[in-house]
């Protein structure tokens, strides 16, 4: 079987600089990885302030227009 014929440790036969190479990117992915979970939670926690701005500026237009209707009966 070919599974048999693989060295136990095959990164004795890599090139040092393909090792560094490829250590470099899994850095970089890991980074990245990083940067974009960063993201969502940056914009899931301004997507929660906007949802509260926008339910005080619904009430205060709610009464608001209470005090217009007043306004206008006298």
Same mark, same amino acid.
């Given at each position: 079987m070919v599974m048999e014929e693989l060295p136990a440790n095959i990164t004795n036969? !890599?090139?040092e600089s393909v090792l560094h190479?490829?250590?470099f990117l899994?850095?970089?992915l890991q980074a990245l990885g990083i940067i974009i979970i960063a993201f969502f939670i940056f914009n899931i926690w301004?997507? !929660?302030i906007a949802w509260r701005r926008l339910k005080e500026i619904k009430s205060m237009n709610e009464r608001l227009i209470r005090i217009e209707n007043k306004l206008n009966k006298r």
């Open positions: 036969y !890599i090139p190479n490829i250590d899994i850095t970089m301004n997507l !929660i």
